[in-house]
């Protein structure tokens, strides 16, 4: 099994970067393909980004790429997701996730392990 603890969120104004990480811990972060998902206030969790074992299969949701940068440092056991250009629409708790699985996946069921989130706020 994988820990996972989010960090960096915070209050950003449009136009402007966040930098989030995911600190993976108990496990062989290396084996497992990690996501973030986002929470908007009354809204469904929803996939942002996905990038599996080796970093070579990535996937975005259209309303981020070209902004969002995911990668991974497996040396350390680690996961960014680089926020540019944001938007008051990016607003949300975001969440890291994995799944031991070599494959990228959009859906929030087949990732077994979850981080607690944090918050990113941008104003307008």
């Known amino acids: 099994q994988v820990q996972l603890v989010e960090s960096g969120g915070g209050l950003a104004q449009a136009g402007g970067s966040l930098r989030l990480s995911c600190a993976a811990s108990?496990?062989?972060?290396?084996?497992?393909?990690a996501a973030w998902f986002r929470q908007a206030p009354g809204k469904e969790r929803q996939f942002v980004t996905s990038?599996?074992?080796?970093?070579?299969?990535?996937d975005y949701i259209d309303s981020v790429k070209g902004r969002f940068i995911i990668s991974r440092d497996n040396t350390k056991n680690m996961m960014y997701l680089q926020m540019n250009s944001l938007k008051p629409d990016d607003t949300a708790v975001y969440y890291c996730?994995?799944?031991?699985?070599?494959?990228?996946?959009?859906?929030?069921?087949?990732?077994?392990?979850w981080g607690q989130g944090t918050q990113v706020t941008v104003s307008s």
């Open positions: 996730a994995a799944r031991l699985s070599p494959l990228t996946s959009d859906q929030e069921s087949e990732y077994r392990f």
């Open positions: 990038i599996n074992f080796s970093g070579r299969m990535i």
């Open positions: 108990g496990d062989f972060f290396s084996g497992y393909t």
